[in-house]
C-alpha cells in the first residue's frame, strides 16, 4: 500500500513563503500526473497546480505567478514553493499522483495565512 506524506505546512505572515513537500512511501510506476489540491472551511477541494510527466505545468489563476511546483522522478516527490502568501490562501493541502492504475491522495497539511 502506497502513501503519500505531505510536510512543510504551517502559520505565516501575508507575504511570507512556505514550501509544501509530498514523498511517496513506496515505489510509484507510470505516473501521469502530480499535483497539489487544497480545501478551505465551507468549500470545495480546489485545483491548485499539476505537473505532467511530460512536465506540463497547470495552475490555478489565482495562484499564477506566486506558486511554483516542481517534481523528482527518481524520488516520486512533488514540491510546492508559495510566495507572496495571501490570507485566502489558507486551506488543507492536499497531493495526489495520478498512475495509468491509481488515483493516490494524502492525507493534507494545514497551511494558514495570517494579516
Known amino acids: ?12 505572515q501575508a507575504g511570507g ?3 509544501l513537500s509530498c514523498a511517496a512511501s513506496g515505489i510509484i510506476f507510470s505516473i501521469n500526473l502530480m499535483g497539489w489540491y487544497r480545501q478551505a472551511p465551507g468549500k470545495q477541494r480546489e ?6 510527466r511530460g512536465g506540463t505545468t497547470n495552475y490555478a489563476d489565482s ?5 511554483t511546483i516542481s ?8 514540491d510546492l514553493q508559495m510566495n507572496s502568501l495571501k490570507p485566502e490562501d489558507t486551506a488543507v493541502y492536499y497531493c495526489r499522483i495520478v ?3 491509481y488515483d493516490y ?10 494579516l
Open 71 to 78: 517534481r523528482d522522478n527518481t524520488k516520486t516527490t512533488v
Open 99 to 101: 498512475t495509468a492504475m
Open 1 to 12: 500500500q502506497v502513501h503519500l506524506v505531505e510536510s512543510g505546512g504551517g502559520l505565516v
Open 105 to 114: 491522495w494524502g492525507r493534507g497539511t494545514q497551511v494558514t495565512v495570517s
Open 63 to 67: 495562484v499564477k505567478g506566486r506558486f
Open 17 to 19: 513563503s512556505l514550501r
Open 47 to 52: 485545483l491548485v497546480a499539476t505537473i505532467t
